[in-house]
């Protein structure tokens, strides 16, 4: 049971590069998330998945772009990299159930990523 | 909207020190709420959580009550140590999209 794991681990792109990175989760939870980490800021939304083949905005979804095809993955695309996107990413992942109070969520370990 | 407002940091204390982290919260509804820590280098994990008014988590000898009048979930330890050196936040979660709000995280040193 390897969790929430993210690809790659590390990466520096130059201005106007593309990329996606890839969260994967093997707890058959249905909902996904994408978030950012700056310093002074905590923790801030991209984007969301509720369940396979959905995808919703978060707090700053700005530049981003998200799939959810299989309900174990989610990825989080960077069309034109921008400095301002120089950030650690962090996905994470809960399961859901109906009526009951919302549950912890499960982080990976993190991308640090580097745009120039 | 929802937000969660937490002490600036950064804390620094001598071992077995008294530790309070407060953590006051804005929300339409009842939140559940959490305290995440982030070591060195690594993601976030859960260190405690509470679901309704007067719930009480603990774990590691650290506790937050939820208390509904003050709107706060302040994070208390009796004795710190070395190890618990870490990044700690407070989060809020609704129902529906169950999306977390943090607070901007309070860096804690606790010197031998």
């Known amino acids: 049971n390897a969790g929430v794991t993210q690809t790659p681990k590390f990466r520096v792109l130059k201005t106007g590069q593309s990329m996606t990175l890839l969260c994967a989760q093997d707890m058959n939870h249905e909902y996904m998330y994408w978030y950012r980490q700056d310093p002074g800021m905590g923790l801030r939304l991209i984007h969301y998945s509720v369940g396979e083949g959905t995808t919703a905005k978060g707090e700053v979804p700005d530049g981003y772009n998200v799939s959810r095809l299989k309900k174990q993955n989610f990825l989080l695309g960077l069309e034109s990299a921008a400095p301002s996107q120089t950030s650690v990413y962090f996905c994470a992942s809960n399961y859901h159930r109906l009526g009951h109070f919302p549950r912890e969520q499960y982080f990976g370990p993190g991308t640090r990523l580097t745009v120039t | ?112």
Not at chain 2, 5 to 28: D, H, K, R, W
Not at chain 2, 67 to 81: A, D, I, M
Request: proline residues 4%.
């Open chain 2, 1 to 112: 909207g929802n937000s969660v407002t937490q002490m600036e940091g950064p804390v620094t204390l001598s071992e077995e020190a008294f530790l309070t982290i407060n953590c006051t919260y804005t929300a339409t509804g009842y939140p559940s709420l959490f305290w995440y820590v982030q070591y060195p280098g690594e993601g976030l994990q859960l260190l405690l959580k509470a679901t309704k008014a007067d719930d009480k988590g603990s774990n590691k000898g650290f506790e937050a009550t939820y208390r509904k009048e003050t709107t706060s979930f302040h994070l208390e330890k009796g004795s710190v140590q070395v190890s618990d050196s870490a990044v700690y936040f407070c989060a809020l979660s609704m129902g529906g999209s169950e999306k977390l709000v943090f607070g901007k995280g309070t860096k804690l040193t606790v010197n031998p």
